[in-house]
């Protein structure tokens, strides 16, 4: 399984920015998928997770508000909306993939992609 995060890029604070993390090799339908983020020198952060079947999403304080978490089982693929970007957002953002869980807690994903860099700066 290959999981694959992309949108990111270099934005002005304030703005928004679509992540996109789509899975080959195997269909996801049924894993929960998830966004972590980590910046330089920093631990990996959570940031949003979604049920298989969308009824349950999970999001970090930090980003509530902000970024929506969204999927597309037709499309293997989940989404990170994130709106009113700050300096502190900076980081790689990772998606994965989990069976039965929107933990917050990056032990519980068995599936990982690279990452995607997301930098907010004036």
């Known amino acids: 399984v290959q999981l694959q995060a992309s949108g990111g890029g270099v934005v002005l604070p304030g703005d928004s920015l679509r992540l996109s993390c789509a899975a080959s090799g195997r269909t996801l339908s049924f894993y929960s998928k998830a966004w972590f983020r980590q910046d330089l020198g920093k631990e990996r952060e959570f940031v949003a997770a979604i049920s298989w079947n969308s009824e349950l999403t999970n999001y970090a304080d930090s980003v509530k508000g902000r970024f929506s978490v969204s999927r597309d089982n037709s499309k293997n693929a989940v989404y990170l909306q994130m709106n009113s970007l700050k300096p502190e957002d900076t980081a790689i953002y990772y998606c994965?993939?989990?069976?039965?869980?929107?933990?917050?807690?990056?032990?519980?994903?068995?599936?990982w992609g690279q990452g995607t860099q997301v930098t907010v700066s004036s």
């Open positions: 994965a993939a989990a069976p039965n869980s929107i933990s917050s807690d990056y032990g519980t994903y068995t599936y």
